[in-house]
């Protein structure tokens, strides 16, 4: 079979065993709830991990299972991964990802999707501990894998032939009506563009692995500062456990009525006010921070009727936009602005979901994403989300992992669009709207939305904003952190 065409199925069990030969999985991860009510879904983890000796290099490594749901990542995924970081952590051994994932497992909708931040916040307590973290992207690493976990590697390569990208060339087609010209979303083009550092092929990978263990092996520590070893992870309802905020408020019914498909088409249809619009609105003195991407929009300046100074950043700035990378570079620049001078930080979201084109994967988009992702949910600053329009994907959660997320009666949220699910799915368009939990009611019962707007005007975004931000700067910073970590490191509470 030629390297570029070969499918996950049949290397399933291939190059990767002789490497796993010195590592001892740990048993498959608890199932994940079935939220959504999918018809005959079993929660499975695509994920093991475990520890042992890598080319004769102690390490923990996580790896991903084509054959279960796509090797997609869903709640069960993040808590395996999580728990991996951890021992990782503890044990001050690198961690290696093995990588063949489709994304976000689709069949648990947003409660899927909130894995990413998980992942996001694993890795980077591993960031900050100085411990190393590999990834291996084998045929195929897409979606939010790719952004959280592959993308994000210290070092990082492609199998030879593999598919790598942000979207997947089939969802890619069904997205934007092209399918992407022949060479992209593959191995050689991502190290073309510098999105890895090696294309190994199976046989090589192990020469390349050794050398990168030894780069990133840790200074030995003496014996007796040698840390412990890490506890189980708290079960639910543990106090140690972090856990999601539950004092909500505002439930609106407006919306409530409308079908999934009923409720996108509201979002991307109705007469309401662009992103770039409302940054002009609620800061009307403000200056603007420019980037090169104009998907996005950025400002900051007093906020209108209130004596605070806030960054309110627009992702995206004109409906329907999609940004790219240097789109998200300006969230994160925009990020740091407000947690450096202690500014409340506002991002408004209205995204399909990011760009998916050809010239947005040689530019990084799925490391552009991730590192968005980790800014916001790190930032020192007070943090809201208003979500006023589309919300799509991982495009769209790296600007809402924040303390407080709004969203107005048309508005949306979900794991992918519905036509990129449709196509995921091979199911009508219709159908993967409907079951995909993303109203606005759907989303505050799953415990993702804190506050449902009654309007979507600028008037009542700003009310919303001032008093979010106020009730968010009255509390101790210490304890507000705490709360956004939990929040974004724990599964979903609820179920439709």
Known sequence: MNSDSRSSAGTAADWRAPLLAGITLRPAAERAANRLGWPDYDGRSALRWGEGMIVGIPAVAAVWDFTVHGGSFGEADAAAFAAAAATALATRRPLVSLLRSGGTRLQEGVAGLVGLPRAALALAALDDAGIGH???ADQPTTGGVW????SRGDLRCAITGATVGFTGPRVVEAMTGTPPPAESHRAASALAAGLVDAMPTPDTVADWLRRALTALAPPALPTSEQPARPKDPAPPGDPAAPSRPTARTGAARTGAARTGWEQVRAARTAARPDGADLVQRLLPDGVDLVGADRAVAAR???LRGAGRTAVVVAVGARRGGAPGPDGYRLLIRAVRLAGKLGFGLVTLVDTPGAAADAPAEAGGIAAAIGDAMAAVVACPAPTVA???GEG???GAL????????AMTPDSYFTALSPEGAAATLRIPVSRAADGAGLRPADLYRLGFADRLLAGGD???IAEAVVTLLDDLCGQDPDTRRRHRWGRWS???????
């Open 134 to 136: 590999l990834a291996v």
């Open 147 to 150: 952004v959280t976990i592959g």
């Open 300 to 302: 900051v300046g007093a």
């Open 386 to 388: 208003i979500v006023h």
């Open 392 to 394: 799509g994907s991982g």
């Open 398 to 405: 790296a600007a809402a992992v924040t303390d407080a997320v």
């Open 458 to 460: 600028p008037d009542t």
């Open 490 to 496: 724990t599964e979903l509470g609820n179920s439709l």
